[in-house]
T-cell receptor
């Protein structure tokens, strides 16, 4: 799987938009980009997945530039409950068994009142 | 509630012992994934099963093994336990075969090795 690099932590305030950028310079043609959210002592929760351009769902948007070497998760109007660790994953959605998968360190987002 | 259940919630045991963690996937999901999360290693993928067969292997130690049964529940067996095996163990399930897919995580089993 492609190696990913994310900021270790970010602070924000309620009502603001939070953008977390993930770098994946060696992304392969068949790789998809997936983001998960994790609260303390809970399992991660799927947020969004995309391949190129922009993907939007009810909780977030994912922006992927044309070269796909990075991606940005955008959380609109965050609330205190969005305080969590956010993980970026990049990997082949089609490839057969044998892949190694790691969530890496993630980005710890702290939303302040 | 993700629909994935894991038992037990907590497990305390001694070094050298063997334990079994159990996972029941969401109804209809054929894929089960196991992860280990420790403070110094982050969230590490261990192994994936799809419809009873091993599909992908990650950083799983030889002392660890897993299987998926015909009813699709899965068990992770940890043997010759060491202090460093203390961690949260998560199970996830998915309707898809692929490693990169929307996975639904269970609440985890916290293992403490004394």
């Amino acid at each position: 799987l492609a190696k990913t690099t994310q900021p270790i932590s970010m602070d924000s305030y309620e009502g603001q938009e939070v953008n977390i950028t993930c770098s994946h310079n060696n992304i392969a043609t068949n790789d998809y980009i997936t983001w998960y959210q994790q609260f303390p002592s809970q399992g991660p929760r799927f947020i969004i997945q995309g391949y190129k351009t922009k993907v939007t769902n009810e909780v977030a948007s994912l922006f992927i530039p044309a070269d796909r070497k990075s991606s940005t998760l955008s959380l609109p109007r965050v609330s205190l409950s969005d305080t969590a660790v956010y993980y970026c994953l990049v990997g082949d959605i089609i490839k057969a068994a044998g892949n190694k998968l790691t969530f890496g360190g993630g980005t710890r987002v702290l939303v302040k009142p | 509630d993700s629909g994935v259940t894991q038992t037990p919630k907590h497990l305390i045991t001694a070094t050298g012992q063997r334990v079994t963690l159990r996972c029941s996937p969401r109804s209809g999901d054929l894929s089960v994934y196991w992860y280990q999360q420790s403070l110094d290693q982050g969230l590490q993928f261990l192994i994936q099963y799809y419809n009873g067969e091993e599909r992908a292997k990650g950083n799983i130690l030889e002392r660890f093994s897993a299987q998926q049964f015909p009813d699709l529940h899965s068990e992770l067996n940890l043997s010759s336990l060491e202090l460093g095996d203390s961690a949260l163990y998560f199970c996830a399930s998915s309707s898809q075969r692929e490693l990169i897919s929307e996975q639904f995580f269970g609440p985890g089993t916290r293992l403490t090795v004394l």
